[in-house]
């Protein structure tokens, strides 16, 4: 009776499974439902924080030429292309948190449903599901509801991948070539970091060449006129350049093995790699399976040499901030997680001899680490709202009277945009000095785009020599904190600082000048 059971269900499995492989659409659809019901709920809760108030500000300018200028400041390094999607969506839906975020969750979700596409058609639907979900428990999920260009970059160059692969493959070429142009222009329209996602394309492109003898033309051409528009912004890049000497964001060679530790978070680190150890080991040492073709014939040397590249762009991207632009990011190196996706359904394919039942678990497991992610997400969402509210509540009834000067420009800019929300509102001062900045942070980055900041945002950001000229008395909320030097300033100065209150780990002084 338990064998006939078992048989029964195994059946029913199998069916199931055979419908999921005839219905890619449907499962694509429901998979889709399922993050978007994540990802608009934590973008509509999560708060604007420093980076995406940029945003906010400059794409609310009153025309493209405003946001130009504004990024000829250099305040702002990034192409304009982003701005006007952000343009656009805001025209259609408003002011709202939906309205700034959605064309990054749509990024996202492109290159969720791009990565699916390139697995799929070498192996199965069920490993192309285990690709698409895989971005969801990483950090990366945490910028497809961010007002900021990294999930377009995704989406773009995922996109350029799959039409990459699609123009090596399929006999009609014109549509994949012109996709692959687009979006590799619209990748780096976004960001220019955004080629260290499209080198991929590149280095694939260069071993396909190696191992047909010859060049495929039009790939090489559309693939370069993805890159057209950076002669139209080199006056932006430029710009951009001077803020690199002394950038907030210096590289170090430390930062690759930071990346994934981040990216996959601690817990995750140990199981990854374990799994893309067994995964090589299996596609290279695997025998022949009888239901499906070896892995090895079925994915091209030129897809694996992109994949593993892309896989290891936080390497390239120190490489060529230590050579080149002088700043690198956790952020400019995110398109690794398209290879790191297709390189997990592969080794899952590989390890599971390419048994649709042994994916279809592991895609289960994947999606119940899913929602604990977004689980910690939402917590980490509910922390940023609840430690803003409580500074602004603690700063209404505690800073009245003297001026009130938030020393960590971060938490300025946050708390000067809650302010421009609210009624009555109350008037937070920076206090601003690029040389100051340098001595005690190493960095006038963030200094210098609080002055630039100023023509377009409701800030009051003051000189701080005028600011202690004219003022006896005054008080300093926020120190300590990364970027903040100006209390540590005052006190070598001679000033004097009363603790006055304390909101969690941030302290608010009376600042008072000491008299001879």
Excluded at 134 to 144: I, K, S
Excluded at 253 to 263: H, I, P
């Amino acid at each position: 009776m338990n064998d006939k059971h078992l048989q029964a269900c195994t059946s029913k499995l199998e069916k199931a499974l055979a419908i999921v492989e005839r219905r890619a659409f449907w499962a694509v659809g429901f998979w889709t439902i399922f993050y978007f019901v994540l990802a608009f709920y934590l973008a509509r809760e999560k708060p604007f924080w420093n980076d995406e108030l940029f945003t906010f500000y400059i794409s609310r300018l009153p025309g493209l030429s405003d946001v130009w200028r504004a990024l000829l400041t250099g305040a702002e390094q990034l192409p304009p292309f982003f701005f006007v999607i952000t343009r656009a969506s805001t025209a259609f839906l408003g002011s709202g948190h939906i309205a700034f975020r959605l064309p990054e969750m749509l990024g996202f979700w492109l290159m969720s449903v791009s990565v699916f596409q390139f697995v799929r058609v070498r192996l199965s639907v069920t490993y192309g599901l285990i690709a698409m979900t895989f971005p969801l428990v990483t950090a990366a999920f945490d910028y497809a509801y961010e007002a900021r260009p990294y999930g377009l970059v995704l989406g773009f160059c995922a996109l350029a991948l799959c039409c990459w692969q699609a123009s090596a493959r399929c006999g009609r070429r014109a549509l994949p070539l012109l996709g692959l142009a687009l979006s590799a222009a619209a990748a780096m329209s976004c960001h220019y970091y955004a080629f260290l996602g499209l080198s991929a394309i590149l280095l694939g492109e260069s071993v396909r060449s190696f191992n047909r003898k010859k060049l495929d033309l039009s790939v090489w051409i559309a693939f370069g006129a993805g890159f057209i528009p950076l002669i139209f912004f080199l006056p932006l890049i430029e710009a951009a350049r001077s803020y690199s000497g002394a950038f907030w964001a210096k590289p170090k060679w430390t930062n690759t093995l930071g990346f994934y530790n981040t990216l996959l978070m601690p817990t995750g680190v140990t199981l990854f790699m374990l799994l893309i150890a067994l995964g090589v080991h299996a596609m290279t040492h695997s025998p022949q399976v009888s239901h499906r073709a070896d892995i090895r014939s079925k994915i091209p040397a030129y897809e694996i040499a992109a994949v593993f590249w892309l896989s290891l762009i936080p390497t390239a991207g120190v490489v060529l901030a230590e050579g080149f632009t002088g700043a690198f990011n956790f952020r400019y190196a995110l398109p690794a997680v398209i290879g790191l996706s297709i390189l997990v359904s592969w080794s899952a394919s590989a390890i599971a001899r390419h048994r649709t039942d042994i994916g279809s678990f592991l895609l289960v497991i994947l999606l119940a680490l899913s929602l604990a992610n977004e689980a910690r997400s939402y917590l980490v969402v509910k922390g940023d709202l609840n430690a803003r509210a409580s500074a602004y509540q603690f700063l209404s009834t505690e800073a009245a009277g003297p001026p009130l000067v938030v020393v960590d420009p971060h938490l300025f800019f946050e708390l000067s945009h809650d302010a421009a929300q609210r009624k009555p509102a109350l008037n937070f001062i920076y206090l601003a000095d690029v040389s100051l900045a340098l001595k005690y942070t190493n960095t006038d980055t963030v200094d210098r785009g609080l002055l630039a900041l100023k023509q377009w945002a409701p800030l009051d950001v003051q000189n701080f020599d005028r600011f202690c000229v004219s003022h006896d008395t005054f008080l300093v909320y926020g120190y300590p904190g990364p970027f903040e030097w100006v209390a540590e300033d005052l006190i070598a100065g001679g000033w004097k600082l009363i603790v006055k209150g304390r909101n969690g780990s941030e302290l608010l002084y009376l600042v008072k000048r000491q008299r001879d």
